[in-house]
C-alpha cells in the first residue's frame, strides 16, 4: 500500500487487492456492500448525479457529507464529489481500479482537501490516515 499527497491538497491510496475487478467494483458500488466497509449509507446508485449522504462521529464532533456522483465508467471508475454541511469547501474523491491478472489495484485520490477550514479537523494527515483506514476496511471485506 502507498500514500501520498502534495502541497495542492490531493491525498493518494493506493492498494492491490486479491479480487478480480468485478467484485472490487461491486464493492464499491452496491449500497449493501458499501455499509459493511465503507460508511453507513441509506442509499447510493452508480449513477451521473445521484446524491447521497452520511453522518460521522469522530472525537466527539459530527461531520455531515454530501456527496453527488460526478463520473462512473463501470469497473473502472467512479467518482463523486465531497463536502461537509455547513462548512466551505468541495474536494472530489476518485476511485480507479486497473486489473492486474486475477488482482485488482485501486488509486483512490482525494483532491481539493485546500479548499476545506484551515482547522486541525481538516489537516491532511487526518485524510491520509481515514482513506488508509477505509482502504483497510476495504481490503478486509474482499477477502
Known amino acids: 500500500m502507498k500514500t501520498k499527497s502534495d502541497v495542492t491538497g ?5 492498494r492491490s487487492f486479491n479480487a478480480p475487478v468485478a467484485r472490487v467494483w461491486r464493492a464499491l458500488t452496491d449500497a449493501d456492500e458499501m455499509r459493511q466497509w ?29 456527496c453527488k456522483v460526478t463520473e462512473v465508467i463501470p469497473q473502472q471508475k467512479i467518482a463523486y464529489t465531497w463536502r461537509y454541511k455547513g462548512e466551505p469547501g468541495d474536494s472530489l474523491v476518485t476511485f480507479e481500479l486497473l486489473p492486474d491478472g486475477d488482482k485488482t489495484k485501486l488509486r483512490l485520490t482525494h483532491e481539493g482537501l485546500e479548499t476545506f ?12 490516515a481515514g ?13
Open 38 to 66: 465503507y460508511f453507513d449509507l441509506k442509499e447510493f446508485k452508480p449513477e451521473v448525479g445521484f446524491e447521497f449522504e452520511f453522518v460521522v462521529e469522530h472525537e466527539g464532533n459530527t461531520y455531515h457529507h454530501l
Open 131 to 143: 482513506w488508509t483506514g477505509i482502504a483497510s476496511e476495504l481490503e478486509k471485506f474482499l477477502q
Open 10 to 14: 490531493t491525498v493518494i491510496v493506493e
Open 117 to 128: 477550514p484551515k482547522t486541525p479537523a481538516y489537516a491532511r494527515k487526518n485524510f491520509e
